[in-house]
């Protein structure tokens, strides 16, 4: 199994940027598939960005072009750039993590605690 500690939320104006970065501990790092989902208090959580195979990624249509994931996989850590914040934006975010390719669907095994990201106008 593996554990996931979220860090680099925050505050921050709109158009602002923020940098989320995922802890990954435990089982191979490599073996896992990685995501970020974000959840606002009474909807659903929502898939925001995830590494696929052969690497490659896919974004929610709210972020595209303004956010970015990527991973070090000698660090065991995932990253969300986030760019041009807006308020909506505005949710606790999660990185996951699963063996199988979920990419947005929220299926993933194992989850962070996760970190809170405000925005505002």
């Known amino acids: 199994q593996v554990q996931l500690v979220e860090s680099g939320g925050g505050s921050v104006q709109a158009g602002g940027s923020l940098r989320l970065s995922c802890a990954a501990s435990?089982?191979?790092?490599?073996?896992?598939?990685m995501g970020w989902f974000r959840q606002v208090p009474g909807k659903e959580r929502e898939g925001v960005a995830a590494?696929?195979?052969?690497?490659?990624?896919t974004y929610a249509n709210s972020v595209k072009g303004r956010f970015t994931i990527s991973q070090d996989n000698f660090k065991n850590t995932l990253y969300l750039q986030m760019n041009s914040l807006k308020p909506e934006d505005t949710a606790i975010y999660y990185c996951?993590?699963?063996?199988?390719?979920?990419?947005?669907?929220?299926?993933?095994?194992?989850w962070g605690q996760g970190t809170q990201v405000t925005v505002s106008s």
């Open positions: 435990g089982d191979s790092y490599s073996d896992y598939y």
């Open positions: 996951a993590a699963d063996r199988a390719d979920y990419g947005l669907i929220n299926w993933y095994k194992y």
């Open positions: 590494i696929r195979d052969r690497g490659l990624t």
